[in-house]
């Protein structure tokens, strides 16, 4: 039985989790841990954190799982997309956003020790001039190129019309061209 | 020149790295809500169900024994205190009167 949630999709799990499917719940988890940990990463840069921002937000769902209106919303993942985001949010008004740690730089075994640094130094600057972006053009960057989604989705997520988002997209890339000439 | 550093600066968007997750997380996540009770969302009747619960009496027939004892207990106990006091009247009544002398 346990095997049989894996197929099924997330309309149908989130109603089992309304009526108290725990297994439901683990399949729900299983399937979207992954992309959502990313996504508050990107905000946090630190591991544990967006752990347990994600942790949160799936506890909340479990907690509450009257707050998903199928009807209000159409995909799970845009409106689980606007939770991690809000918490993320409300990580980084109560704290200082970590600093990657620059002793122990990510992890590529494919690339030499010279490339490897070169690209952690791009990598950094790159991470540092995010973070210096307007909040919303940040969001914008992160669903669109790290999570994948596209423009439409991205705009559903953010509670913005597509011709909005293109804009904050290009206003955020306009402005890391300039910042980061030296590196590309 | 300026596509170029566009190409170059999605080329590094896209390819942002992060530290993986816990391979655990999703099943820490699974366990931790095990242990948290669900927030049911419940129906007028299902409220009303449960608020006569909350007063409900385990032996009703002890619970009324008990209370009338209780109140012929007190009532026998102190039964003159319930009787108005004349005296006590009188200095209230010229209080009263001696306030509105002066209007």
């Known amino acids: 039985m346990a095997s049989g949630w894996a197929e099924r999709d997330d309309h149908e799990l989130l109603a089992h989790v309304q009526s108290g499917g725990h297994d439901a719940f683990g399949a729900l988890v299983r399937r979207h841990t992954e992309r959502f940990y990313r996504l508050a990463y990107r905000y946090v840069q630190h591991k544990e954190t967006a752990e347990d921002i994600v942790q949160d937000a799936f506890l909340k769902l479990w907690e509450d799982p009257g707050k998903w209106r199928p009807e209000r919303n159409s995909k799970f993942t845009t409106w689980f997309y606007r939770i991690v985001v809000n918490l993320c949010l409300d990580w980084r008004k109560k704290k200082r956003p970590v600093a990657l740690d620059e002793e122990r730089p990510l992890p590529d075994e494919r690339e030499t020790q010279d490339a490897a640094m070169i690209r952690a130094q791009e990598q950094k600057i790159l991470e540092r001039e995010i973070a210096a972006l307007p909040e919303r053009q940040r969001t914008a960057l992160n669903l669109c190129f790290d999570q994948d989604l596209s423009n439409q989705e991205a705009a559903d997520v953010m509670g913005l019309n597509l011709k909005a988002l293109q804009s904050l997209i290009m206003r955020a890339k306009t402005t890391l061209k300039e910042r980061m000439q030296a590196y590309l | ?103």
């Open chain 2, 1 to 103: 020149m300026s596509d170029t550093h566009g190409e170059k600066l999605e080329e590094l968007l896209r390819s942002r790295r992060f530290e993986p997750a816990s391979p655990d997380l999703a099943e820490r996540i699974v366990l931790k809500a095990q242990s948290i009770p669900q927030n049911q969302p419940i129906s007028l009747t299902q409220w009303m169900k449960q608020l006569f619960a909350e007063f409900h009496l385990p032996k009703p027939a002890y619970v009324l024994a008990c209370t009338l004892i209780l109140g012929f207990a007190v009532g026998f106990y102190r039964p003159l205190d319930t009787i108005p006091d004349d005296a006590d009247n009188i200095h209230v009544q010229s209080f009263l009167y001696a306030d509105e002398e002066p209007l």
